[in-house]
């Protein structure tokens, strides 16, 4: 069965330090792999998706960025956070193939920005 | 673009109630349509899914139709339950390879006892 991981689960990091959140997925090959935020009380924002090894697209403008090195790798990072970079991270990945098909998520990492 | 707008939170309820939240989307085409649920601390968990217009989406006793013609997807559950205490997010996805999902900003609900 697939199964998808991230981590670290929680993280507090001063404003200006990096930051680096890894996802892997096993179980499956070729997948769309995807980055949310969720602030506090509201929606999800998609921040990335990638349909294959080293093919990124960015949804939202900001001091982010993502890499997938492997097909089922998927690395958030940035190189100085600010306060507003706050929020639960969610990585989620989908089959590639099937345009209808749901969204599978990961247990998520919240992150503070002191 | 593509949008998702649900009903307003939070929502409370005895146990044994009537539960209905309620989803409208805008979207080109015909997207497919989903119910995520979010239990505290955790990441999202599919709950249904439906398709195509006229689809009934159902899990856990909770239930949803597409509805083509007004636009929406509301979810209902004739008898809550306390574990049903979550936040549920309503969601489309565009039928094209990239799929990239739009989703409401969710409605908590708490069901007391």
């Known amino acids: 069965s697939q199964t998808i991981h991230q981590w670290p689960a929680t993280l507090v990091q001063p404003v200006g330090s990096p930051l680096s959140l890894e996802c892997t997925v096993e179980?499956?090959?070729?997948?769309?792999l995807y980055w949310y935020r969720q602030a506090a009380g509201r929606g999800l924002q998609l921040l990335f998706y990638?349909?294959?090894?080293?093919?990124i697209s960015s949804e939202v403008p900001q001091n982010l960025s993502a890499s997938r090195p492997q097909d089922r790798q998927f690395i958030l990072s940035s190189k100085k956070l600010l306060l507003s970079d706050s929020g639960f991270y969610l990585c989620?990945?989908?089959?590639?193939?099937?345009?209808?098909?749901?969204?599978?998520f990961g247990e998520g990492s919240r992150l503070t920005v002191l | 673009g593509d949008s998702v707008t649900q009903m307003e939170g939070p929502v409370t309820l005895s146990e044994e109630a009537f539960l209905t939240i309620n989803c409208t989307y805008t979207?080109?085409?015909?997207?497919?349509l989903f119910w995520y649920v979010q239990y505290p601390g955790e990441g999202l968990q599919l709950l249904l899914k439906?398709?195509?217009?006229?689809d009934k989406g159902s899990n856990k006793g909770f239930e949803a139709t597409y509805r083509k013609e007004t636009t929406s997807f509301h979810l209902e559950k004739g008898s809550v339950q306390v574990s049903d205490s979550a936040v549920y997010f309503c969601?489309?996805?565009?039928?094209?390879?990239?799929?990239?999902?739009?989703f409401g900003d969710g409605t908590t609900l708490t069901v007391k006892p």
């Open positions: 969601a489309l996805r565009p039928n094209t390879n990239a799929g990239k999902s739009t």
């Open positions: 979207a080109t085409g015909y997207p497919s």
């Open positions: 989620a990945w989908s089959v590639w193939d099937r345009a209808t098909g749901e969204l599978f």
């Open positions: 179980g499956t090959s070729n997948p769309n």
């Open positions: 439906a398709t195509k217009a006229d």
């Open positions: 990638s349909v294959g090894i080293g093919q």
